[in-house]
């Protein structure tokens, strides 16, 4: 917004100075939208996720990916890449777009963190060439489905630095613990 049409002037009175702007900004911001739109409307700067309270008493629901990662390198790649691949014949089937969060471990890891929020949307389809052009360790399959997901500091905080049992796992909602990836609800895993 363009300031310069209201009188800002140094040697008015307290209670006056800038008394325009304040009523111009009330009625754009109180009076014509909520709070909730604004929110809503905002774009996230450098990945940080803004999320309203109703938002995160649901979050407990929320389905998580369980995901194995192959290697240490492979799980650090897919953290500083912000993309997890998975071969494209192993997806059918599967809630993989219902899902909210990215669990990742490697091998018999019983204990894990580093939980990351999927991103929406910006999901792609890559081919073994390009994976390998990426950078990715180790690529098998000819083409994979890519899962972007958030920088650690898109996550909310309360999950971001938390460790999760993956040996007592009561409830899997799809998928086995023997398989390369399966789905849990959250409050499932924060016990």
């Known amino acids: ?3 310069g049409a209201f009188p800002l002037l140094p040697n008015v009175n307290k209670e006056q100075e800038g008394s325009l702007l304040r009523e111009h900004l009330h009625k754009i911001l109180m009076e014509k939208a909520t709070t909730e739109s604004h929110v809503a409307k905002a774009k996230p700067q450098r990945t940080l996720a803004y999320i309203p309270e109703d938002e995160k008493a649901g979050m407990i629901d929320d389905l998580v990916m369980v995901a194995r990662a192959g290697s240490d390198e492979k799980r650090n790649w897919t953290f500083e890449n ?3 691949n998975i071969p494209l014949d192993k997806i059918a089937n599967s809630p993989i777009l219902q899902a ?8 018999d890891e019983k204990e894990t ?5 999927i991103v929406k949307t910006r999901h792609d389809v890559w081919t073994k060439e390009r994976l390998l052009a990426e950078g990715y360790p180790n690529v098998s399959h000819p083409s994979y489905y890519m899962l972007r997901i958030r920088k650690e500091n ?4 309360s999950l971001r630095y938390r460790i999760f049992d993956l ?3 009561p ?7 023997k398989a390369p990836f399966f789905f849990v609800r959250l409050r499932d895993l924060l016990g």
């Open 154 to 157: 898109g996550t909310d905080e």
């Open 100 to 107: 909210k969060y990215l669990l990742l471990f490697v091998g």
């Open 171 to 177: 409830a899997i909602v799809w998928g086995s613990q």
């Open 113 to 117: 963190g580093n939980i990351r929020k």
């Open 82 to 84: 912000c993309w997890y």
């Open 167 to 169: 040996d007592n796992v």
């Open 1 to 3: 917004m363009n300031i």
